[in-house]
């Protein structure tokens, strides 16, 4: 199954349903189940920005399992979306004009129990089924 590595607190914030975008400067022609894995590295600034949320924030293991449903480059009319769907977690997006890049469009998210395994970049293959988890 295909696996992304996402730093604190952005995995839980998707694990969550807060986040529904996730940001690359890469495009992703990829769509179907994904596998969110929170990586080892953690936003300093963030993590204190959504302090209110109170949420657990695992560092080092898969945490949800959702699709990738589309992937859109971020312009204007994007920017003008994203505000509108939550002006806090998209902040960063929506105030940077010369960031480009593209959001992968993450829905049917279903939290799962952690599982401890390294992450890399990209997006990776985790055999899932292997670790006994049959869904």
Not at 38 to 56: H, I, P, R
Not at 59 to 83: E, F, P, Q
Request: aromatic share 12%; glycine share 6%.
């Amino acid at each position: 199954m295909k696996v992304i590595t996402i730093k604190q607190p952005f995995a839980s914030l998707i694990a969550e349903g807060i986040k529904e975008y996730e940001f690359r400067t890469w495009k992703t022609n990829y769509r179907g189940p994904i596998i969110i894995h929170a990586g080892k590295g953690v936003d300093k600034k963030a993590m204190e920005k959504f302090k209110k949320y109170n949420l657990e924030y695992p560092k080092g293991c898969i945490i949800a399992k959702a699709d990738i449903t589309d992937c859109i480059s971020i312009d204007d009319n994007s920017r003008k979306m994203l505000k509108k769907k939550n002006s806090l977690v998209y902040s960063n997006i929506i105030k940077n004009n010369e960031w480009i890049g593209y959001g992968f469009k993450i829905e049917n998210i279903e939290k799962i129990e952690p599982i401890e395994v390294n992450g890399k970049l990209s997006l990776w293959n985790y055999d899932y089924k292997k670790e006994g988890k049959n869904d």
